[in-house]
């Protein structure tokens, strides 16, 4: 069954540094998205992209957080400046279809960690 | 990655008894509503989603039931199996122009042979 995938599983970063999470979505999907998870809170929307552009961020994603689709298969979650409080489970995840209402399918995630 | 919080509320039930995981959402603007299971180290995993114009629905082993009128997603599990032990989440899609979903807190389930 196809998946998303998502590298690396874990990354510690010094305060400060920038950071990039990497996924690859599922083939035919059309439609990413990045979640994070704060240890012991809920998991949260983060930002929504289609047909190469932002289509819906939160108030989280502040002009800290950049998403980018380099090629025809990855896509990339940057933060410029990490802080302490970026500390979290990033979970990417794709779809078919976008407002359509098709379920959204996530990868493992990668805990990153800010020292 | 799983939900670790001292408050998330579990659920206990013996191999082969069904389980039933319930989920109250906040808007009745919502849509679509979505169950994962996300077991320890693994991301959300897709279980089974629902429509805001039907009241059930079905899926190998499990089925979900949308109360709209007081706003309340059930998800039950047949003969519950001890893979099935994870932490379980609702997700909803409010209407309109919106892709993301809101998760609620999550609910373990042990599942004790």
């Known amino acids: 069954e196809p998946e998303v995938t998502q590298t690396p599983s874990h990354q510690v970063t010094q305060m400060g540094q920038e950071v990039i999470l990497r996924c690859v979505p599922i083939s035919n999907h059309l439609y990413f998205y990045w979640y994070r998870q704060i240890l012991g809170q809920k998991v949260e929307f983060l930002v929504s992209f289609y047909n190469n552009e932002i289509s819906e961020k939160s108030e989280i994603f502040d002009d800290q957080f950049s998403v980018e689709r380099p090629d025809g298969s990855n896509f990339t979650l940057k933060i410029r400046s990490t802080k302490l409080e970026d500390s979290a489970m990033y979970f990417c995840?794709?779809?078919?279809?976008?407002?359509?209402?098709?379920?959204?399918?996530f990868g493992d995630g990668t805990r990153l960690s800010i020292l | 990655g799983e939900s670790v919080g001292l408050h998330l509320p579990t659920l206990s039930v013996q191999e082969g008894d069904n389980s039933i995981i319930n989920c109250a959402y906040s808007?009745?603007?919502?849509?679509?509503f979505i169950w994962y299971k996300q077991e320890s180290g693994k991301g959300p995993q897709f279980i089974i989603d629902?429509?805001?114009?039907?009241d059930k629905r079905q899926g190998q082993r499990v089925t979900v039931l949308l109360n709209k009128t007081v706003k309340h997603l059930s998800l039950q599990i047949a003969a519950t199996q001890p893979g099935d032990s994870a932490v379980y989440f609702c997700a909803e899609k409010r209407g309109g122009n919106t892709d993301k979903l809101i998760f609620g807190t999550g609910t373990r389930l042990q599942v004790f042979p």
């Open positions: 629902i429509r805001s114009n039907m």
């Open positions: 995840a794709s779809s078919e279809a976008g407002k359509g209402n098709q379920p959204q399918h």
């Open positions: 808007n009745s603007a919502s849509d679509y």
